[in-house]
């Protein structure tokens, strides 16, 4: 199933899923979400589709539990028609169009002979993402998030690249106290697994952490070498760096800062969750939790923020919790008590 597979470079897996190996009553199980058809033919069509998608994920996330440590080398053969069909009934029928000016239902007309042009273009190297279009979300603090509208062409190819790719890989990877945009969990989890350490754990001082304009300012580079330590396909971390250096069109401009992921892009998230879980979570699993604290502690993620309590005030303050965490992520954190 997985031809070419190599070994990869010295990179630390995940053993235990939750804090310090306990298992956290609110960290169900993570079922895998099924897309909606509709009646008659289309249905049926649909779910052959659906089904072909949910064996090659199953296939690459067995091969990842079997073997943790090696690369794979052979992935986007997965990326077929019936793929990138799937992916784009999987999209919003209403949402807005990239900076490309094609909606979902204009894309529609003609889609065989679009999936089959872009199927090509995917496989020979010739696809070229679009800049997505920014719009800038009011917040409930009065500042705004930049929000970036991809084109629909990305948008289906980033769906089936997540879905098929990167969720089956990293799922076997990511710990237990991650909870943010990931399958089977939610806000809700995290809550109750925050109040789950608060309440049967030695918990004293409570520490919350919030990075700063975080998708604006993840290291490209170091995703991308992150990657790399899973990923040997060569032509899907190349569709990633397309994805990540497409810029944003703002004002007729376009623009690129050469940092960041584009927040609100279908694959965002899970390259989020990526860089965090190599940033952050391993390091405070397998360095600072084991070797750095004097009691017990606990951390619960969701996304670019999150909890860490304390047992001891010693390890909760600024030495060296509050000093090295953002040196840690290179990045600007709000952190309050």
């Not at 998608?53 to 080398?73: G, S, Y």
């Not at 290291?219 to 070498?225: A, G, H, I, T, Y």
Request: net charge positive; charged share 25%; aromatic share 10%.
């Amino acid at each position: 199933m997985m031809n070419g597979m190599e070994k990869s470079d010295s990179v630390i897996v995940a053993v235990k899923p939750t804090n310090k190996g306990t298992q956290v009553p609110a960290e169900p199980v993570e079922p895998r979400t099924e897309p909606k058809g509709n009646s008659g033919g289309q249905s049926t069509r649909r779910a052959q589709h659906r089904e072909s998608v949910t064996q090659a994920a199953d296939r690459i996330r067995q091969f990842v539990q079997r073997e943790p440590r090696e690369r794979l080398t052979a992935l986007l053969h997965h990326v077929t028609v019936d793929a990138l069909r799937w992916a784009f009934f999987e999209l919003k029928r209403n949402a807005s169009a990239g900076a490309d000016g094609m909606t979902w239902r204009m894309y529609e007309e003609g889609l065989e002979g679009r999936l089959a042009d872009l199927h090509d273009r995917v496989h020979s190297g010739a696809y070229r993402a679009s800049p997505s279009r920014r719009v800038n979300i009011p917040k409930p603090d009065g500042g705004t998030r930049p929000l970036g509208v991809a084109a629909i062409e990305d948008k289906i190819v980033q769906k089936a690249v997540t879905e098929i790719i990167l969720t089956p890989i990293y799922e076997a990877e990511f710990l237990g106290f991650s909870y943010g945009f990931r399958p089977g969990r939610g806000a809700h989890n995290a809550l109750d697994a925050l109040a789950v350490g608060l309440m049967r754990r030695k918990i004293n001082w409570v520490v919350d952490c919030d990075i700063r304009a975080f998708f604006d300012h993840v290291s490209r580079d170091w995703l991308v070498r992150f990657l790399e330590h899973r990923i040997g396909d060569k032509r899907v971390i190349r569709l990633i760096i397309k994805w990540l250096n497409a810029g944003v069109m703002e004002a007729g401009e376009w623009r690129d800062n050469l940092r960041g992921t584009p927040q609100g892009s279908v694959a965002s998230p899970i390259l989020a969750n990526i860089y965090l879980h190599y940033v952050l979570d391993l390091w405070f699993q397998k360095k600072w939790r084991s070797h750095e604290v004097g009691g017990d502690t606990i951390i619960v993620r969701y996304a670019d923020d999150f909890v860490v309590g304390f047992q001891h005030k010693r390890d909760a303050g600024k030495r060296p919790f509050w000093a090295v965490v953002p040196r840690r992520a290179r990045m600007s954190f709000a952190m309050g008590w």
